[in-house]
T-cell receptor
Framework: DAGITQSPRYKITETGRQVTLMCHQTWSHSYMFWYRQDLGHGLRLIYYSAAADITDKGEVPDGYVVSRSKTENFPLTLESATRSQTSVYFC??????????FGPGTRLTVL | SQQGEEDPQALSIQEGENATMNCSYKTSINNLQWYRQNSGRGLVHLILIRSNEREKHSGRLRVTLDTSKKSSSLLITASRAADTASYFCATDFQGAQKLVFGQGTRLTINP
């Protein structure tokens, strides 16, 4: 199906483990974004990418790594998961960083 | 820190009534957007208003922007049960190629 997808939709992991969240879009949008959503904080930008091989930090990048070798994929890796990274993660894409199209989200629990 | 702040945090009204939500921001912007989020889903773009516009309409939605007060309002007329969702404003401030979201207004439409 066309659009933007995220996998997995739900993930439970343990403290210290590496976790990768996947994001795939079929529109060939140049911009892609990763947000986390927590109660009391709204959406906060983790990392974004303006094009393949171009990434930049957002508001809360610590503990996360991204890569963008292909335009359509933008994986987010938690190198050593911590309980504070328990959250709902949203990926989004855009042609111009204005109107953004969001994926369905990944609910991550770190025990 | 958050660029946009919504008010009220929660709003409950009867079906058929109008709902008004407000957003304030801190720095000069290129444009302001409103998004809707249904429970457990990703955000959906509703409307974008540019910094040189004062009012914009889309169906039952009316958005105003007052750059002198650094504030915006979203009016939903003739509310329906399906309008129950959280609504977020997002600002695209000058020089940045990313959005900053507020914490959202949770709207409940009672039948």
């Amino acid at each position: 199906d066309a659009g933007i997808t995220q996998s997995p939709r739900y993930k439970i992991t343990e403290t210290g483990r590496q976790v990768t969240l996947m994001c795939h879009q079929t529109w060939s949008h140049s911009y892609m974004f990763w947000y986390r959503q927590d109660l009391g904080h709204g959406l906060r930008l983790i990392y974004y990418s303006a094009a393949a091989d171009i990434t930049d930090k957002g508001e809360v990048p610590d503990g996360y790594v991204v890569s963008r070798s292909k335009t359509e994929n933008f994986p987010l890796t938690l190198e050593s998961a911590t309980r504070s990274q328990t959250s709902v993660y949203f990926c989004a894409s855009s042609t111009n960083a204005r109107e953004q199209f969001f994926g369905p989200g990944t609910r991550l629990t770190v025990l | 820190s958050q660029q946009g702040e919504e008010d009220p945090q929660a709003l409950s009204i009867q079906e058929g009534e109008n709902a008004t939500m407000n957003c304030s921001y801190k720095t000069s912007i290129n444009n302001l957007q409103w998004y809707r989020q249904n429970s457990g889903r990703g955000l959906v773009h509703l409307i974008l208003i540019r910094s040189n516009e004062r009012e914009k309409h889309s169906g039952r939605l009316r958005v105003t922007l007052d750059t002198s007060k650094k504030s915006s309002s979203l009016l939903i007329t003739a509310s329906r049960a399906a309008d129950t969702a959280s609504y977020f404003c997002a600002t695209d401030f000058q020089g940045a190629q990313k959005l900053v979201f507020g914490q959202g207004t949770r709207l409940t439409i009672n039948p």
